[in-house]
Structures are given as structure tokens and as C-alpha cells.
């Protein structure tokens, strides 16, 4: 497989300057040999025969004391990672309490998202709930209607699981063509994580679900009092009632303290300060925003029930927030994968828009409904890349392009655009969305 041309052995000068100056490159020549089956050249880019004052002279932060324990009671992000926020696009909402910012895609790795940085989707801005003060009810066909405080909540069986949420409109833009300039823009209405709550089924059996009951409506408690129908056999199979994230309580801006997790389907039905469940015989078409999740068609009519997130990757780095800055030679890539049908099988790679693909490297926990970190590494020849990745799930649904996507749903759609994301990357690392046919 390894190919002789392809490998530079390390700079025998560069490794006898840096030991001069006392830095051990131990393993790196070895650890180049992982990755996608490349041999890769050496990382380190520093001119290693000057010397270096931030190695050779004591700094500041290596000679005066620091803070103290008590300074950040509830801990914070390095102030040098000041640019790692959410954002918003200021013109595509009217205002802020009816809008939606961004996860910074491009500035995170692993598969989890940091509760601060997980995207936001309200309709009416972010109710503020005590928890003392919060009820579930659960009314309807049922044998017996209840009412939950948050502390009867937890006395049912509790489950941990990680799932992505990603709301139907991502990429909604992008549908007539390259539009946003940034992976946190195009794809960044997705977050992913550790959920703690108790299975929806646990509630609704103590409440009895009636056979006539084969609709669920859950309601938010906040002003744009949001509902969307959800069928009984969703809500039975792995719908989970959620008041913890990545650990800590659910933040005011995911729901606290309670929200509804619809593994795999679209972010809108997973309802925020989750208040009520109403069960019923059929789906309240009236009472919900249908048509706007509806996928309208060229020829007028629309696709509907489409709840199910489709299998759909994207590269995060490079992208045009984040530029490769080190010039040619080794490098890495790196992106999502996800599926609201399971779990991740494969992920290729493309750096000619599209002709050849090779196998990225899948690497993290593989959960289903998750997202998955992918990585190719790779050397660089400097030339220009028109990066793609094509996600294939475990149901062998293969990602499709932006093209073969608007051959079947026309080009009205706003929602479920899971097409193919390329970005081309210019000779000095700088990134744009393009679109290639
Ligand atoms: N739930 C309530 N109560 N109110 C809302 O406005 N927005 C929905 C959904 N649940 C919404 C809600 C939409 S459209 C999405 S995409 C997700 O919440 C976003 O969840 P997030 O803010 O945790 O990212
Ligand atoms: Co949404």
C-alpha cells in the first residue's frame, strides 16, 4: 500500500536543531504512517535552526502565579477562545426572539457539542421556568390524566443517550446554490448530546394510553406555545423526556427544565419547556405550522411527514472559517456524519469535486442517531481542492448531491437539504462554498 516516493523521511538537520534546542520529536516520522493508508511528511513547519524565545526565555504565565481556585466558580471557555461563539445571520430573521443562531462547527472536534455552543432555534425567545414551578401534563386518551413536577419526573427509570438534533431547515439556504460562507451557516443548525431523562413511554404508560390514542401532541410552555403532532409509535419507541445535557441541567435556551428528544427526527418536534401531552386519534393539522414543514415540490404539491433527518456529512476544516494555514503538505481533514436512521458506515472523501473518492477514517463512538467524527489525513500538494464528503449509513442510504436532490424535489424546498456540501480551497489554504456541476 505504501507507495516509496511518498515518504520524506524527517529533515536530519531539522531533527538536530530542535534536539540543540532541547525538543524531542520522538515518534513523529512513526506517527505519520496513520491515517487513511498516506505516509505523511513532518508536521512541524517552524524554521527549527533560529532559536525560539517562547521556548528558550521563561514567559509570564511560567513565572507569576495565576488565579486562584475560587476565580470561576461555574468555569469558563480560555478568553483566547473569545471568537468560539454562536452567531446569527442578522438578515434572515426580522428579530431576535423569533430567529435562530449557529453552532461554530468549524472551531470544535469530537463528536460532542458544548452546551454554550449548541445552535438555537426559538419562536419566542427563551422562557425563564423554576423548576418548582414546572408541570407535565399528560391529557387526552388516556385512562388517567396526570400531572408531573419536576421531581416525580425523576423518579422513573433514567437513560443516557447521545443524539444529534438538527433542525429541517439546515442548509435550507443553500437550495438554489452556494450561499453562506461558512460551515457554521450552512450545516451549523445541528448540535449533538449526552441526553439524561426517562422514556417518554414510562409516562405515558402510568397515564394509560387509550386504543383509540394513536397521536401525541406535546406542547411548549413558552409564548409561542409550540406543537407538533408526533405518532404514538414514535413516542413509544425511543422518545426520551430530558432534563440534563452533556451532564449539567438542560441550559434556559434547550428547553429547562424539560424538553422532548425525538431521536433521528427533525429538531422542530423536539419541544422546548415541554409542559403538556395531549393524545389523541389523529394528527392536529390545524394547530400546527404544517405548511411551512412541508417540502413544497416543482410541481406544486408537497412532500409531508418527512420527519426523519436524512443521512448527510459535511467537512468542517478545512472551510471558509477555517482556512488551512500551514501551507502544503501534511494535513487533516476533518468533518460530521450523521443519519436519522442509524448509525454511520462510511464516509468518503473527495478532493476533486466529486471524481474520486477515497475511505475517511471514522474515529469516536459510533452511536446510533449520533453524529460521527470523521478525519482523512493526508499530504497536501498545494494545489486547489474542491473538498466533498459523502456520508453512507448502516441502512446503506448514501448521501446524495445538491443536483440529484433538486432533480427529485425541484427547487422550492427550504427543508431536509442533505445534499452533497463542497468547499473549494485555493493555493493559500483560504476556503469558499462552491457549487460544481
Ligand atoms: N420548542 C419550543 N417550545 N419553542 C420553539 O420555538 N423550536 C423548535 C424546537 N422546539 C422550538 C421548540 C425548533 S424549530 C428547533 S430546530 C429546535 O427546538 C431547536 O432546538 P435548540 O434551540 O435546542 O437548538
Ligand atoms: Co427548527
Redesign the pocket.
Known amino acids: 500500500m505504501s507507495d516509496d516516493k511518498n515518504i520524506e523521511k524527517p529533515k536530519v538537520s531539522a531533527r538536530r536543531s530542535a534536539l540543540k534546542a532541547g525538543l524531542k520529536l520522538g515518534g513523529l516520522a512513526a506517527a505519520g504512517t496513520a491515517g487513511s493508508g498516506a505516509i505523511i511528511k513532518s508536521a512541524v513547519a517552524a524554521d527549527q535552526s533560529k532559536p525560539d524565545p517562547l521556548i528558550t526565555e521563561i514567559q509570564d504565565w511560567n513565572r507569576y502565579m495565576g488565579d486562584g481556585v475560587d476565580s470561576n466558580p461555574y468555569g469558563l471557555p480560555s478568553k483566547f477562545e473569545s471568537e468560539v461563539v454562536r452567531r446569527d445571520v442578522a438578515w434572515l430573521t426580522a428579530d431576535a426572539k423569533s430567529s435562530v443562531n449557529f453552532t461554530p462547527l468549524h472551531a470544535l472536534d469530537g463528536i460532542i457539542t458544548p452546551n454554550g455552543l449548541?445552535?438555537?432555534?426559538?419562536?419566542?425567545g427563551v422562557a425563564q421556568i423554576a423548576p418548582s414551578d414546572h408541570r407535565l401534563m399528560i391529557n387526552g386518551l388516556v385512562d388517567h390524566p396526570l400531572v408531573f413536577t419536576m421531581e416525580d419526573i425523576a423518579r422513573f427509570p433514567r437513560e443516557n443517550h447521545t443524539y444529534f438534533?438538527e433542525?429541517a431547515a439546515n442548509s435550507g439556504m443553500e437550495w438554489r446554490g452556494a450561499q453562506l460562507n461558512g460551515c457554521q451557516f450552512t450545516h451549523g443548525?445541528v448540535?449533538n448530546v449526552v441526553y439524561t431523562g426517562v422514556k417518554l413511554k414510562h409516562l405515558l404508560d402510568e397515564a394509560g394510553v387509550k386504543a383509540r390514542g394513536k397521536w401525541l401532541l406535546p406542547e411548549?410552555a413558552?409564548p409561542?406555545h409550540?406543537t407538533r403532532s408526533i405518532p404514538i409509535e414514535k413516542a413509544l419507541d425511543d422518545c426520551l423526556v430530558a432534563f440534563k445535557m452533556n451532564g449539567e441541567a438542560l441550559r434556559p435556551?434547550?428547553?429547562y427544565p424539560l424538553r422532548l428528544v425525538v431521536p433521528g427526527w427533525e429538531?422542530?418536534m423536539?419541544?422546548?419547556?415541554l409542559r403538556r401531552f395531549e393524545v389523541g386519534d389523529q394528527p392536529w393539522h390545524h394547530r400546527e405550522e404544517t405548511s411551512k414543514y412541508t417540502d413544497l415540490l416543482a410541481d406544486g404539491r408537497a412532500r409531508r411527514f418527512t420527519w426523519e433527518m436524512d443521512v448527510k456529512s459535511v467537512i468542517t476544516n478545512p472551510s471558509p472559517q477555517a482556512p488551512i494555514m500551514h501551507g502544503k503538505g501534511r494535513t487533516v481533514i476533518t468533518g460530521l456524519a450523521w443519519s436519522g436512521h442509524g448509525t454511520i458506515k462510511r464516509v468518503d472523501v473527495s478532493t476533486d469535486g466529486g471524481r474520486n473518492w477515497v475511505t475517511a477514517r471514522l474515529d469516536g463512538p459510533s452511536f446510533s442517531k449520533s453524529v460521527h467524527r470523521f478525519y482523512y489525513d493526508f499530504d497536501w500538494d498545494g494545489r486547489d481542492m474542491y473538498l466533498q464528503s459523502r456520508a453512507i449509513d448502516n441502512h446503506g442510504n448514501i448521501q446524495p448531491t445538491k443536483n440529484a436532490l433538486r432533480l427529485a424535489r425541484g427547487e422550492n424546498s427550504i427543508y431536509h437539504n442533505n445534499g452533497i456540501q463542497t468547499w473549494h480551497v485555493r493555493g493559500d489554504g483560504s476556503a469558499e462554498n462552491v457549487e460544481i456541476s
Open positions: 449548541c445552535f438555537e432555534r426559538h419562536h419566542g438534533l433542525c443548525m448540535h411548549g413558552d409561542a409550540m435556551e434547550q428547553g429538531g422542530n423536539w419541544v422546548k419547556w
